[in-house]
């Protein structure tokens, strides 16, 4: 029996998947010239926030900065400061630029490189939260109590100046040696009392580990290389993404306590679980031995569950049926009785990202025009019908390229290794026509395995099939 060898990285070609989903290369010449030449169509009439010592947090090497912001512990709480590009600035109703990305609906992020909502130029450049320069911004001021819950919160446009460019790591570093930036050292203790809210709320929170594709870092002149890495998850990232959630919180409030509720709003929902759904994580949580006493809801057993034990994984992967039928919703005629994100626990809107997904730019156009007391833009209003089937449209599509592009990185590196045995946890076991599903750590390797692997087990599999064109791969157990 072959034990499987080191196997570190494998030249891709993801200019296949690009093909193969029709995404967009190059940017239409009007377009990046609209790009170019925009103009802060509000400069004039913005409040010079530039005191604010706003930073930014962000993977390495991303330079299309949508969020920025300052945490300020104070004697009745907590204030918030949360700076958002203000991409409705800067694009022009009905030019080439917006009707180019109604047409594309966010950033597809494949490992050789993006493809934009917006051209670089834009959003890696002058509408960018780029440190020590002046930018237009929508800026959310959040006042929260010692719980951290929000007590008032209003958005307005503003001219504002990050100070700093930091990363999820160097963040979590920064903590853990105890030097964090000023501006984000209240972090910690917000980001944990609203983890706990959400908990309270409902909100389903899954930490299963993150397949990522990257750059092998060698430079030898040969054809670039690439391997598979577990992305870590740090406390910092969970933190920081409390940020984002309580503010798209607020922007549902607002949308929803308006005068006119059948003025336009534009949410982010998913329906409640469906009670089979419930059920199949009780029966697997029973199978698995894990304690989850009737009174102790499906939230709370899953943030108690090691999410790197076998029997944690197997959970968190039956959880996935949780959190489905996510969509975009418009307020008004026709909209379901239940407007709340049943995966956040509470009513939710998308805002904090306009320079990579579309829908932000016009659900905050909305949320500052409720704020200024003024008739929401006619040219969102007419709009969100568009945006609503662009969003939807390419959220499935992001998915697709994300996952083709893993795939084909899995099948390449295992390519010459069929007949190989690994070790895996079985995250999903067989059930009729649906194969099990199994983890391999190394190389972190997502597959479907052949015969009746038990869920939750730790095994030894044997790779079977690792197929490029077709991106499949294929593993079965017993591995003798």
Same mark, same amino acid.
């Given at each position: 029996m072959e034990l499987h060898q080191r196997i570190v990285s494998a030249p891709v070609d993801f200019g296949a998947v690009r093909t193969e989903f029709g995404l967009a290369s190059d940017y239409p010449a009007e377009a990046v010239s609209e790009a170019r030449d925009a103009v802060d169509a509000f400069a004039g009439s913005r409040a010079d926030r530039r005191d604010i010592p706003l930073v930014t947090i962000d993977p390495p090497g991303a330079l299309d900065?949508?969020?920025?912001?300052?945490?300020?512990?104070?004697?009745?709480?907590? *204030?918030?400061?949360?700076?958002? /590009?203000?991409?409705?600035?800067?694009?022009?109703?009905?030019?080439?630029?917006?009707?180019? &990305?109604?047409?594309?609906?966010? =950033?597809?992020?494949?490992?050789?490189?993006?493809? $934009?909502?917006?051209?670089?130029?834009?959003?890696?450049?002058?509408?960018?939260?780029l440190p020590d320069q002046d930018r237009p911004a929508a800026l959310w001021t959040i006042e929260c109590d010692e719980q951290a819950e929000p007590q008032r919160f209003s958005v307005r446009r503003a001219l504002v100046r990050s100070r700093a460019r930091l990363d999820y790591a160097g963040v979590q570093a920064d903590f853990d040696a105890g030097r964090a930036h000023p501006s984000i050292a209240a972090l910690p203790e917000f980001g944990r009392l609203r983890i706990e809210a959400g908990?309270?709320?409902?909100?389903?929170?899954?930490?299963?580990?993150?397949?990522s594709v990257v750059p092998d870092g060698r430079d030898d002149g040969a054809p670039p290389k690439w391997r598979l890495?577990?992305?870590?998850?740090?406390?910092?990232?969970?933190?920081?993404?409390?940020?984002?959630?309580?503010?798209?919180?607020?922007?549902?409030?607002?949308?929803?306590?308006?005068?006119?509720?059948?003025?336009?709003? *534009?949410?982010?929902?998913?329906? /409640?679980?469906?009670? &089979?759904?419930?059920?199949?994580?009780?029966? =697997?949580?029973?199978a698995l031995q894990v304690d989850w006493p009737a009174e102790v809801p499906v939230s709370r057993m899953l943030a108690g569950l090691d999410p790197n034990a076998p029997a944690g994984m197997a959970l968190m992967s039956d959880a996935t049926?949780?959190?489905?039928?996510? =969509?975009?919703?418009?307020?008004?005629?026709?909209?379901?009785?239940?407007?709340?994100?049943?995966?956040?626990?509470?009513?939710?809107?998308?805002?904090?990202?306009?320079? @990579?997904?579309?829908?932000?730019?016009?659900?905050?156009?909305?949320?500052?025009? @409720?704020?200024?007391?003024? $008739?929401?833009?006619?040219?969102?209003?007419?709009?969100?019908?568009?945006?609503?089937?662009?969003?939807?449209?390419?959220?499935?599509?992001?998915?697709?390229?994300?996952?083709?592009?893993?795939?084909?990185?899995?099948? =390449?590196?295992?390519?010459?290794?069929?007949? /190989?045995?690994?070790?895996?946890?079985?995250?999903?076991?067989?059930?009729?026509?649906? $194969?099990?599903?199994?983890?391999?750590?190394? $190389?972190?390797?997502?597959?479907?395995?052949?015969?009746?692997?038990?869920?939750?087990?730790?095994?030894?599999v044997r790779l079977v099939e690792a197929e490029p064109p077709s991106r499949s791969v294929v593993f079965a157990f017993p591995a003798d």
């Open positions: 900065l949508d969020q920025a912001l300052a945490l300020e512990r104070t004697p009745t709480g907590f *204030l918030l400061h949360y700076a958002i /590009a203000d991409v409705g600035a800067v694009v022009a109703p009905g030019g080439a630029l917006a009707r180019e &990305s109604v047409k594309r609906g966010q =950033t597809f992020y494949l490992p050789d490189g993006t493809v $934009p909502l917006h051209p670089p130029v834009l959003s890696e450049g002058s509408a960018s939260l908990l309270a709320r409902g909100a389903i929170g899954l930490r299963l580990p993150a397949q890495v577990l992305e870590p998850r740090t406390p910092a990232d969970d933190w920081n993404e409390q940020v984002s959630l309580l503010t798209g919180m607020c922007a549902a409030r607002l949308m929803l306590e308006a005068d006119d509720r059948d003025g336009p709003g *534009l949410l982010r929902t998913m329906p /409640a679980p469906s009670r &089979s759904a419930l059920e199949t994580i009780r029966r =697997t949580a029973a049926s949780l959190l489905r039928g996510a =969509t975009y919703t418009v307020l008004g005629d026709g909209a379901p009785e239940d407007l709340r994100h049943n995966g956040i626990g509470a009513p939710y809107a998308h805002v904090t990202a306009p320079l @990579r997904r579309l829908g932000d730019r016009f659900a905050t156009e909305i949320c500052l025009a @409720r704020c200024a007391g003024a $008739p929401v833009p006619s040219w969102v209003r007419d709009g969100l019908g568009s945006v609503v089937e662009s969003m939807r449209r390419s959220d499935a599509l992001a998915g697709k390229v994300e996952r083709a592009c893993i795939d084909l990185t899995e099948a =390449t590196v295992l390519a010459a290794r069929v007949g /190989a045995v690994f070790d895996a946890v079985v995250v999903r076991e067989a059930n009729g026509s649906r $194969p099990a599903e199994i983890f391999v750590a190394e $190389p972190p390797v997502a597959g479907r395995c052949l015969g009746s692997p038990p869920e939750g087990w730790r095994v030894r």
